[in-house]
């Protein structure tokens, strides 16, 4: 079966009247459909571009980036974007909220917003769902962030950093939380991380980058039994031994 997405040696510079900063260099992976993919490496290397080019905000210096599916759609309609900060929108309601994506792209279809209002009950935010989200723990929030991507439906979810804003036990929970969800609907996602434990917690295989210009220079394929949730993963043995590995593997970088 083809993968999901492909990419083939992508490169990106950017370019501005003062200089040119090569961010990626020749990149090549592919994402299988159901697979979690954890992305780390230092700081500007070029993590937060490879999720844009994928997204295709930018579009390839060179090399190519192949998505396998049916529908024929942009990459921009396959994937779902989550950040560090939720993004959600004070004046609205959380159910406004959820249902803005499906308002920008005209598909307020009864059965999408009865869609919505179901993930709102199956991941507990359906009582909350007339409250603004200035009145939602840092986690309710990023639920809900997480239904306003998922109610359309991505084949792909990009997820960069989406818990660094949280508390560090917020964050073991609401990591937990999404991976579960996302495992429950058999997502597809790719996690850009520099917390190396939420890496190990969440990946089937972990991307390690260089630093910049990033290329991706070891994969670890994590080989926990399916039915783990993050947290369990954590308390397995083999969960020190990967830690190490990528420790390793950082700071040759760093040297
Ligand atoms: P990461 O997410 O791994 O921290 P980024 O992908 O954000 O790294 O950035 C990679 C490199 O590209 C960094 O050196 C950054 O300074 C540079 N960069 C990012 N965005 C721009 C931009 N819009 N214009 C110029 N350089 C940029
Ligand atoms: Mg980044």
């Not at 409250?131 to 792909?156: F, Y």
Request: net charge negative; aromatic share 8%.
């Amino acid at each position: 079966m083809k993968p999901l997405v492909h990419l083939e040696n992508v490169s990106y510079t950017f370019q501005t009247p003062l200089a040119e900063t090569k961010a990626l260099d020749r990149v090549s992976f592919s994402v299988e459909k159901g697979e979690f993919i954890a992305v780390v490496g230092p700081s500007g290397c070029g993590k937060s571009t490879l999720l844009n080019l994928i997204q295709g905000l930018y579009l390839p210096s060179s090399g190519t980036i192949t998505f396998h599916h049916d529908t024929g759609e942009h990459s921009g309609c396959l994937t779902g974007y989550m950040l560090q900060q939720d993004q959600l929108l004070e004046w609205r309601t959380i159910y406004e909220n959820v249902i803005l994506g499906l308002e920008i792209q005209h598909k307020m279809t009864p059965q999408n917003l009865h869609a919505a209002l179901e993930l709102l009950k199956e991941y507990g935010l359906y009582d909350f769902k007339d409250q603004k989200p200035s009145s939602l723990s840092g986690g309710m929030r990023q639920r809900a962030a997480l239904i306003r991507t998922l109610v359309l439906n991505p084949k792909l979810l990009l997820l960069d950093e989406p818990f660094s804003a949280l508390d560090y036990q917020t964050r073991i929970r609401v990591s937990n939380d999404i991976s579960s969800i996302l495992r429950s609907r058999s997502s597809t996602a790719i996690l850009v991380t520099h917390d190396l434990s939420e890496a190990i917690s969440f990946g089937d295989r972990i991307l390690i980058f260089t630093p910049r210009p990033g290329t991706v220079k070891q994969i670890l394929c994590t080989d926990f039994s399916p039915s783990l949730t993050p947290l369990e993963r954590r308390q397995e043995k083999e969960f020190k031994t990967y830690f190490n590995i990528l420790w390793e593997e950082l700071n040759t970088n760093a040297s």
